[in-house]
């Protein structure tokens, strides 16, 4: 860069990395993170400002995801695969993990115990609900500052505007001139529409990307020792209270906050913890969801194209799998059992 009267001016071509990841979810940092690991030097470009990673609370729910009526024991089992990388990943990029378990307070406890055991997990009745440990969590704003910085990654703040291709390499076009190269492109991009010059495949998979608008809140309050949860909401220790949430609103895109819904939620958790809170300004982000709700990772169908989208809930979850699976495909190593799963071309 240089500058004409103190006006920064970016030269047409700013670098040529490895690997250019476009977004900064967590998806898109995981991807990047275990790419730099791989002594690859990544460079992910993302607008910056909040996105539906950093409006989230952290959560490694595998065990409360599987009581959902439409889980399968194949399905719990791919979280709960899912859900042990994490250590693993943690320790490797200085991300603090919370391996405290959850507390549900819902209908039927015995049922929901029995269905917890028989889809593999740990869960035992309480006075007031059922309690298993198989539910983790992670702090959000430390984990994405953490992987944003990891060794061989950098990241530009700048919007994308087109993509194109050669023989050789992809051509990374941003909204502010500058231009990228790189032999191989992730798009991270969440639940943004298809970027201009997409192929047709790639294209195709991320217009099946549906939104869904969630919201939280932060509070300041006395934590309780572990994430609790019902069925209309949830209470996630932080290291300056909790948050509570949340909404999943089908089909829209919108983050302007939902004021009463924010206070309903809130006045309805700390009266559940039985504690005061003075609470913050909500947070927004819109998730992405393939139609059958895992993600979309791996080859896109198009030589180094791949995508890292489409978690649903389950972004914090499924982010070192994503991350496996994509940095295989890109490095051409033999599939793992469950990138097959996570196929981005699977509903063509």
């Known amino acids: 860069m240089h500058s004409v009267r103190g006006r920064p001016i970016w030269s047409p071509v700013t670098s040529s990395p490895d690997v250019i990841v476009i977004g900064a979810g967590v998806l898109g940092l995981c991807s990047a993170a275990e790419l730099g690991a791989r002594g690859h030097a990544v460079t992910v470009v993302d607008p910056g400002g909040p996105n539906a990673s950093s409006a989230a609370a952290g959560m490694i729910a595998p065990a409360l995801e599987s009581l959902s009526d439409d889980s399968t024991p194949e399905r719990a089992a791919l979280l709960r695969r899912a859900r042990d990388r994490w250590p693993g990943f943690a320790e490797a990029f200085g991300l603090a993990l919370h391996r405290d378990g959850v507390d549900w307070r819902g209908p039927d406890i015995p049922a929901s115990v029995t269905r917890l055991v028989a889809m593999g997990f740990a869960a035992s009745p309480t006075p007031t609900g059922l309690t298993s440990p198989d539910d983790w969590r992670v702090d959000v704003a430390g984990a994405l500052k953490a992987l944003a910085r990891a060794p061989g990654v950098t990241v530009i703040r700048s919007s994308v505007a087109r993509l194109s291709a050669d023989a050789r390499?992809?051509?990374?076009?941003?909204?502010?001139?500058?231009?990228?190269?790189a032999p191989t492109v992730v798009l991270a991009t969440g639940v943004a529409a298809p970027l201009p010059g997409l192929p047709r495949r790639a294209a195709a998979a991320v217009a099946l990307v549906e939104p869904f608008r969630g919201q939280l809140t932060p509070v300041a309050a006395p934590a309780p020792p572990q994430t609790l949860r019902t069925p209309e909401l949830y209470i996630v220790p932080t290291t300056s209270g909790v948050v509570i949430g949340a909404t999943m609103e089908r089909g829209r895109r919108d983050i302007e906050p939902d004021l009463a819904e924010s206070a309903s939620r809130v006045a309805a958790g700390l009266a559940l913890l039985g504690v005061e809170g003075e609470a913050g300004p909500p947070?927004?982000?819109?998730r992405g969801a393939s139609p059958d709700g895992l993600p979309l990772a791996g080859p896109a169908g198009e030589p180094g194209l791949h995508l890292a989208l489409a978690p649903f809930r389950n972004g914090w979850l499924m982010?070192?799998?994503v991350a496996q699976v994509v940095a295989d495909?890109?490095?051409?190593?033999?599939?793992m059992a469950d990138a097959a799963a996570l196929d981005p071309l699977r509903f063509a």
């Open 169 to 181: 390499r992809w051509r990374v076009e941003a909204e502010d001139g500058r231009t990228w190269f």
């Open 283 to 286: 947070r927004v982000g819109v």
């Open 319 to 321: 982010g070192p799998l």
């Open 329 to 335: 495909g890109i490095e051409g190593r033999a599939s």
